[in-house]
């Protein structure tokens, strides 16, 4: 009976009861990665663009500050070409997927003019062995790189974690690949001949030129998995859809899903491989030019910062030692007596509380 129709239901009856056809939740749609790490192509531009003006104006600031005019001259990275600097990072070591999303997602909330990749890379590979279960010891990491020392790695370890919001599960694409691939073994209309191994390999070539793209930042893993199989086999991509579709819906999943894998799949032919070493080569150029004064030891405005710092920090600590103090010479440390008001009101409490 429909609760809308009793005559005399409770709240509690009002409440509608789960059913069995209700449909479950995906677990990807609880993961920190779907809540807080997926945006659109229109988001990400606006986040870039205005991350890299932001930074542009405070270290144009810091330049006028430091020396009148002297900005005027500069000449600036851009939003696309600091990506162009975090993307040749991201090809260093391929080895591991977890680092690639901790860069991406670093420089979401960041800049390459205040943070160089080749740094914060070194952190977020650190952190990549540790959250995928791939621990090594700071000693053993640091005594593989080559003019890498322990403070290399640690000094960024909070700024990076921080930046992550200290969230490192990543679900990657390639696990949904292994996946896909599994569910076609099963499948009745799709006979051995129609599913070779080769097939897999390239899907998972696919799959690692996703990650030179924001691909990852725009769709599911299980969208950017499928995209890569029809990129090498449309037939076993339409077949392993159409599998999974609902009842009763109104087209197969396979049309339902064309134009998104479409869009992925214009993406990673187009954007998933290496930069240009040259056109890097000259965005690193000037960057040494337009990096935040700030962030390079020795310049004036960095030890004028950390003599700010240093001031504040002293200054806190003043202020704690003066609280401390005053606390100790003006209070007693037994507790102050009470007065008759204060008397009575906690008599009358204790009283209200026997009852």
Known sequence: MDVDTEPEASPRQLTPRPTRSAVKKPLYEGSTQYNSWRYSPEQLEHIR??????????????????????????????????QLLVKLYITKIPQLCGHFSYLKRF????????????????????????????????????????????????????????????EFAVWHAHRALWGI????????????????????????????????????????????ALACLALESPLLAQRWADSKAV??????LSETLEPTLGAIKHIITQMGQ???????REVDRRLKLCKNPEKVPGSKAYLAREAAEQRRAEEK??????????????????????????????????DDDDD
Request: aromatic share 8%; no cysteine; hydrophobic share 40%.
């Open 49 to 82: 663009t205005s991350l890299n003006a932001a930074a542009v104006a405070v270290i144009r600031n810091t330049f006028e500050a430091d020396e009148p005019g002297s900005s005027s001259d500069v000449l600036f990275l851009n939003a696309n070409e600091e």
């Open 107 to 166: 420089y979401l909330k960041n800049t390459v003019m205040d943070w160089h990749p080749k740094n914060v890379m070194l952190t977020a590979l650190f952190l990549a062995t540790k959250t995928t279960n791939n621990p090594i010891s700071l000693e053993s990491y640091t005594s593989n790189i080559p003019k890498t020392s322990n403070s290399d790695v640690l000094d960024l370890e909070f700024l990076v974690s921080q930046s992550l919001n200290f």
């Open 181 to 224: 691939w599994l569910d076609l073994q099963s499948l009745p209309d799709v006979p051995q001949e129609l599913r070779p191994q080769d097939f897999y390999d390239i899907a998972l070539i696919h799959v690692r030129a996703s990650r030179f793209t924001d691909v990852e930042l725009v769709y599911t893993p299980s969208q950017i």
């Open 247 to 252: 009842d009763g819906a109104a087209q197969p």
């Open 274 to 280: 290496p930069p240009h070493v040259e056109a890097v």
């Open 317 to 350: 600590r003043n202020k704690k030692a003066e609280d401390v103090r005053k606390a100790v010479s003006e209070s007693d440390p037994f507790g102050k007596e009470l007065n008759e008001d204060e008397r009575a009101t906690q008599l009358a409490e204790l």
